[in-house]
């Protein structure tokens, strides 16, 4: 029973670390059209996030759905125009990721 409650605990903690990992990632408004808006999203890569891992994608793609929640636009309609890694200069190949997306507001 013991190890069962500290499996539970640690699996409870790792996932509340990764959506608190979220704010590193930034939301940046653009240009406002007809009816929605540019908005691009950046967010750095990590060793625990890599650029082209698939599970690092979808905890990405999970931030960048909070961030619009937590800012007044719908997660059941926008669209990611484009995804573009930055080389960042460090001692360890990370980036920036760039996502250009189309978001309508709530």
Known sequence: MRRLTLAFFALLVIG??????????KLIPGEARDGYRI???RVPTAPNYPLNSPDAEKRRIRWLEMELTDNGYRTDNYVIVSREAIVKPTWTEQHDLYYQLKAYKK
Do not use: K, W
């Open 16 to 25: 509340c670390a990764t959506d608190m990992d979220r704010h590193i990632g």
């Open 39 to 41: 908005l691009t999203y």
